[in-house]
């Protein structure tokens, strides 16, 4: 038997530490199973419109979702918004947060060493 995926499993609309910006602060919020999903592969993060407000999701899938921003106006808007999906196959990956952080920290030192090297000489 393969083993089981663990993904992040809430909506904003529902429970506020589910914003955008993953709060987990004094939260026991962990992965859990995605044993209701048949043959779960993927945890996505969504932000969008959902049942009439704009917010996140967080939940398991069977198909690829991918990984993309768009702005999108519907009819009957009266502005834009920016909706994103970011689509990912690790245990609890669709936090969001580790995610931006490791790209953080690997820009910083690419541009650290670039400058390094850039000085020195």
Not at 106 to 119: K, T
Request: with cysteine; glycine share 6%.
């Amino acid at each position: 038997k393969a083993s089981a995926l663990f993904c992040y499993q809430c909506n904003s609309n529902e429970e506020t530490y589910c914003a955008e910006v993953f709060n987990r602060d004094g939260l026991t919020l962990e992965p859990t199973e995605c044993d209701e999903i048949y043959e779960a592969k993927y945890c996505i993060k969504a932000t969008g419109m959902y049942e009439g407000t704009i917010g996140t999701r967080r939940f398991c899938s069977s198909r690829h979702h991918g990984n993309y921003c768009e702005y999108v106006r519907r009819p009957g808007d009266e502005r834009e918004y920016r909706s994103c999906v970011y689509t990912c196959f690790n245990d609890g990956c669709n936090s969001g947060y580790s995610f931006s952080l490791s790209k953080c920290v690997l820009l910083s030192s690419i541009i650290i060493i670039l400058l390094w090297n850039f000085i020195r000489w």
